[in-house]
């Protein structure tokens, strides 16, 4: 099952080697990672979303929590959680293709923030399902270049994550 | 006033009251080794091989419970310091290894000697850094000692540049550390200690599974109390030897792969199991769905919640520090009048004993060649049993653990978890200078003694008169014995070859060497070897090369599908379904 962990760590040199060496060393997976410091400058968030069985997820998180520079592990599945990820995504916008690129960034409130006179980037934030979706919608043919973050991940309503 | 860097390294190893550092000089530890020829305090142990300083280290700490120390440079001798950290690490063994590295600026530049020690360290390490300030080295080495003996001990490198260790700064040693991502627990929640002490109430057939948690944990003494308490039976595995005395009758011997019949016959069997400091690993339960097949209810205390519900679900996990976790039960339990159905416990001790009547261990004996078997048991007898053995990785291990009855615990010095055949002269090296007065015996073979032989010369400056037992069967034993099992006597690169003379090499080191051949020269032997007290003997035992370790629990096998000695092949074991499940296993 998929699930997103949320770990707080010290911002120091090295720490995030450290967690994607667990995962690799312990063949655990990771389906996406994203991480960048928080608003304590000594502190860094990272967000994981891997997937497993519960035994499996267990123990990934009790060996993240081993680390020695690894403050806090929690797995938002256990409650409510938002997620957002960001994609920026290329596609040729020529012909018919122009109009119809631009209705379906519309429909999935996606802004065009570059332009060419065959080209259109555009930049889509929502679950990750609603890109798959996106990208599920549009013809494959007319994409050129995707990038994508990664899921963040946060707990619904007053339920925080902090030291 | 301010001093240098490599200065402030060797204060900070005076501050934490470092006996020994095993070490072996270079380019980028130049500069701590001049210090280190400025002062008295510690004495600096130069071994031939950066390998052998960590095992000695290493050894030098399991037997005295103080954490090893090994200094190495940069490049080579930090690579070659890898496979000790990574045998420490397996084990759990609370070591600061400290490594030089190129100077700063080189850092990253393919410089000479230039190795990413820290990420080349990072998986078989508690934990490790990489000093850049020359400010740091202080705290940073505070915090290396404390998270090495803390928790869950294991090895921590400090990697030092060379630049750093030149560069001047004022010394303060912190009083204390703390790490605001690091509290280890200490305490048992009581809760869960309340749960266990009822299902052990309860149980009808108990079992105690004694691990090297018990030994690491100093709670041999709790151990014995909660066994002797309840009249329980109990094992140790190869980790956890003595922590219960093996000569006791309420122990049943070490369990697991090459455990007795008793014991893995009661480790199935048993219907309440608490697991002290042990990790159910694949060379101790084997295949965990057979394992549970027989429904348990299993306690597990261990200091590291990863090990537990790793490879066994349990039912009453405690997390803490087993001496702790062990004193709460024990006050529960005498404040408890209730004691598990003695007409249960009886039964199951009947069971026991008819198990153990088979005498697993049981080998024939020969007048012609020397069973390995009986010169571990003799120098059990030569002994007393108070010796200190270490022992290299194969058959000869086995033999050791299973025929040298250990009675009190950091006696035996084996790399377990790792398997690192050429561990045992390093250990014995430093378990002797750790316990100057005791007497220190390195049971191995002839293909383990020569992964590290050039320690003999290490053992000749420092005059440490540890005595070397060499099961010499002209075979890579464990691997021949795989061969002869599962491979159709296809003796692939298991035989040796071309074997020097250990006797002249023992002489041209140095020291005493002789060679036994008849099994009535063994006792004798091993008599005239221990009376030199002040040297090293080397004992070239020439053993049967075709006596194979019993019993055996194969891969993918269960506990009581036992591959038995030849005076226990009718016994009737649960037959074997093919439930082979290579997950976790090699």
Redesign the interface.
Known sequence: MRHILSII??NE??AL??VV?LFS?RAYNIDSLTVSTTEDPTLSRMTIVTHGSE?VI??IT??L??L????KVIDLNESEHIEREMMLIKVRATGKDREEMKRMADIFRGRVIDVTEKTYTIELTGTSEKLNAFIEAIDRAVILETVRTGASGIGRGERVLK? | MQISGAEIVVRCLQEEAVEFVFGYPGGAVLEIYDAIFKQQQFKHVLVRHEQAAVHAADAYSRSSQRVGVALVTSGPGATNAVTGIATAYMDSIPMVVISGQVSTPAIGLDAFQEVDMVGITRPCVKHNFLIKDVKDIAPTIKKAFYIASSGRPGPVVVDIPKDITQQLTEFNYPESVSIRSYVPVAKGHPGQIRKAVSLLLGARRPYVYIGGGAVQGNASEEVRELVRMLGLPCTNTLMGLGAFPGTDPQCLGMLGMHGTYEANMAMQNCDVLIAVGARFDDRVISVPSHFLSQPKKIIHIDVDPSSIAKRVKVDVPIVGDVKLVLRDILDLLRQNEQRPDPAALASWWRKIEEWRSHNSLLYTPSDELIKPQSVVQALFKVTGGDAIVTSDVGQHQMWAAQYYPFNEPRRWINSGGLGTMGFGLPAAMGAQLANPDAVVACVTGEASIQMNIQELSTCKQYHIPVKIINLNNRYLGMVRQWQEFFYGNRYSESYMDALPDFVKLAEAYGHVGIRVDKPADVEPALREAFALKDRLVFLDVITDQSENVFPMVQNGKGLDQMDLPPHMRDIQQVPFENNRDYGNMC
Request: no cysteine.
């Open positions: 760590l010290e040199a090295g080697s450290r060496g060393a035994d267990e123990q009790k060996q929590n081993k020695i520079e690894v403050v030291i």
